[in-house]
């Protein structure tokens, strides 16, 4: 190819050579791990990600199983963390609730960003009517109490696998629908989309480009944040009676059970609380990272 | 702004109203009745306690008049506790379920400012560190959580605090720490963010050059520009308080207003129902608009049109 280089690529090439091309993604990458808390974080999420797709390898009995003859047993060799009101061991339990916590974590908030990316976009580009109807639309879900809405959607539909996820999902979306549409309001005031705009790009070409590139740093931190809470919303509903129906074995269901028996086996309570809170706290550890990472102004 | 206040009132009876459909049509939905007991009403005395409260004509029928008698003020009886007002039960259970949002709201704000504001004073000391330990933690572990070891401590080893109930000093200690410490952890961790960011103004630095003593500079100059961040938050996390108890409730076994909106769904109560929702979608509606009249207050930079 003979063609000359135009002034741009030049220009890019000629900084291409002196100073290392560094992008915002890249960039991020290296504070992120620069971040002690924020890589801890990572590790515990990765580990407790391995024992949930290796929990059938390091169970160490059946987690519904119910030995008659081992009844709330304080933890010993054979029942690393002792057994429930049934003698079911509450490690392998533990191990199996990864399973269920952390894809309720993960598909709730896929959920929630689904509808709040349609509804944001919608909002953010489609002028003033769809802008109007759609942030009215949120203000509705958002004066909605999450829990109350919660409890009414899974009354109606039965707390089954995926209504819970679907639930939380329903009352996730306002905060990013709002994030999503105050970003591409904001973005598509920038100088660089007016350029854009001015060198006749079309919108769609606008929206990979530009917007959603920009969008996509405070929509991943929002999504980080939301994960503790899907997992906060789940055990608290089935400590009311109305999360994953037993055998199950969620960690809110464990917490639950063992809340029955917490004067004769406090251990039981114990363990499961502090998986969910090393997990929210992990998870929350991550999103601080991330912000920070991503936002190289912020704190 | 009064005519922005305005505006967001009006804009509350359309949300309300979404908010009453939305949860008419869903709890019509769930299956089974308000009647629907193991031993069967006779088909006769079931007609004419459905006639009685208005059950038997057509759903859009019953919505209309709901509407209707809400908007005078009346939300109905509840049909478990016998005819007793919805209003009524509502109100004796927010003045708990408030009582114990409102402590832990003090706690938490006065709790939460005073670490912030002295973690940024002292910056990369053993104090900061210790406050800025707290709040990581404290931001991550879920009420009941902490409530459930709380229980284990001072009640099932202890014997200090009793587990269940509520009228006492001793029985709200348990469940005001359990409610506080995420709020209070985050409120710290805003103020040291945003007192650290006004300590590096051009305005503090000249406070300092000329001599102002270091009390007048912390409050009249730190304090009231650094509180408006801490402002932001404390809108939602009082919202939070008075309404995300449920579970702290549930738990304490305390009579507020979250344990008749669990109990009322199961009972198919309508009007409790009803009621709970409208009531506290007006409560958060209200206390983002206080929010946002107060940043207009206290930021006399933002503008409302």
Redesign the interface.
């Known amino acids: 190819m003979a063609e000359a280089l135009s002034p741009a690529d030049a220009l890019e090439e000629a900084l291409e050579t002196t100073t290392r091309y560094r992008s915002l993604w890249g960039d991020a990458a290296r504070r992120f791990s620069r971040n002690r808390?924020a890589m801890l974080g990572l590790a515990v999420i990765l580990v407790l990600a391995a024992m949930a797709v290796a929990a059938p390898l390091i169970e160490r009995h059946d987690p519904s199983f119910q030995e008659y003859s081992a009844l709330q047993q304080s933890p010993s060799g054979k029942y690393w963390l002792g057994t429930d009101l049934l003698g079911r061991d509450q490690w392998s339990r533990l191990v199996h609730g990864a399973r269920i916590s952390l894809s309720v974590g993960f598909l709730t908030q896929a959920v929630a960003l689904a509808i709040g990316m349609a509804v944001g976009l919608a909002a953010g580009l489609g002028g003033r009517s769809i802008d109007n109807l759609m942030m009215?639309l949120t203000?509705?879900a958002?004066?909605?109490?999450?829990?109350?809405m919660l409890?009414?959607?899974l009354?109606?539909f039965g707390p089954n696998f995926i209504m819970i996820f679907v639930a939380i999902g329903l009352v996730s979306w306002p905060t990013l629908a709002r994030l999503i549409r105050g970003q591409i309001l904001s973005l598509q005031e920038r100088d660089y989309v007016l350029a854009a705009r001015a060198m006749g790009a079309t919108r769609i070409r606008i929206l990979f480009t530009h917007l959603m590139p920009n969008t996509l740093g405070p929509v991943t931190v929002a999504v980080v944040f939301g994960i503790?809470f899907a997992i906060?919303a789940e055990?608290?509903l089935a400590?009311?009676g109305l999360g994953l129906q037993p055998p199950t074995p969620s960690w809110g269901r464990l917490?639950t059970d063992g809340?029955s028996a917490?004067?004769s086996s406090?251990h039981l309570?114990?363990f499961s609380?502090?998986a969910?809170?090393i997990t929210?706290?992990a998870?929350?550890?991550i999103g601080d990272g991330l912000r920070d990472a991503l936002d190289p102004r912020g704190? | 702004m009064l005519a922005y206040t305005l505006r967001r009132l009006l804009?509350l009876i359309?949300?309300?109203l979404?908010?009453a459909a939305?949860?008419f049509t869903?709890?019509h939905?769930?299956p089974g009745g308000p009647w629907d007991r193991a031993k069967r009403l006779p088909p006769a005395a079931q007609a004419n306690v459905e006639e009685k409260y208005g059950l038997d004509k057509p759903v859009w029928r019953q919505f209309v008049n709901y509407v209707f008698n809400a908007v005078q003020g009346d939300l109905g009886v509840s049909y478990r506790s016998i005819n007793r007002p919805v209003k009524d039960i509502i109100w004796d259970g927010f003045k708990v379920t408030a009582t114990l949002g409102v402590l832990a709201l003090i706690v938490s704000v006065v709790l939460g400012m005073s670490l912030g504001l002295l973690a940024a004073l002292r910056q990369n000391t053993v104090l900061d560190y210790a406050s800025v330990t707290f709040a990581?933690?404290g931001?991550?572990?879920?009420s009941?959580?902490l409530g459930?070891?709380l229980?284990?401590v001072f009640s099932?080893y202890l014997h200090w605090l009793p587990s269940s109930g509520w009228g006492t000093w001793k029985q709200a200690i348990m469940p005001v720490t359990a409610l506080s410490v995420l709020p209070t952890a985050y409120i710290a961790r805003v103020t040291r963010?945003s007192m650290?960011?006004v300590l590096q103004q051009d305005y503090i630095r000249t406070a300092r050059a000329k001599g102002l003593r270091e009390s007048v500079i912390v409050l009249r100059h730190l304090v009231r520009n650094g509180l408006i961040p801490v402002l932001t938050v404390i809108g939602p996390i009082a919202a939070f308080l008075v309404?995300?108890s449920?579970?702290i409730e549930?738990?304490f076994a305390i009579p507020g207003i979250?344990r008749y909106?669990?109990s009322s769904?199961?009972a198919r109560d309508y009007g409790m129902?009803m009621g709970?929702?409208l009531f506290?979608?007006t409560v958060?509606?209200l206390a983002?608009l206080i929010v946002d009249i107060l940043y207009a207050v206290v930021d006399p930079r933002i503008r409302y049109n």
Request: no cysteine; glycine share 2%.
């Open positions: 808390t009215r203000d509705v958002y004066a909605f109490p999450d829990i109350l409890i009414l959607l009354s109606v503790p906060f055990a608290a400590f009311i917490v809340f917490i004067r406090p309570v114990l609380s502090l969910i809170a929210m706290m998870f929350t550890f704190r | 804009w359309p949300v309300l979404f908010v939305i949860t869903l709890m939905l769930v990581t933690i931001a991550s572990v879920p009941f959580v459930m070891l229980l284990i099932a963010a650290l960011e309404t995300g449920f579970i549930y738990l979250g909106f669990v769904i199961s129902i709970t929702t506290y979608a958060v509606v983002n």
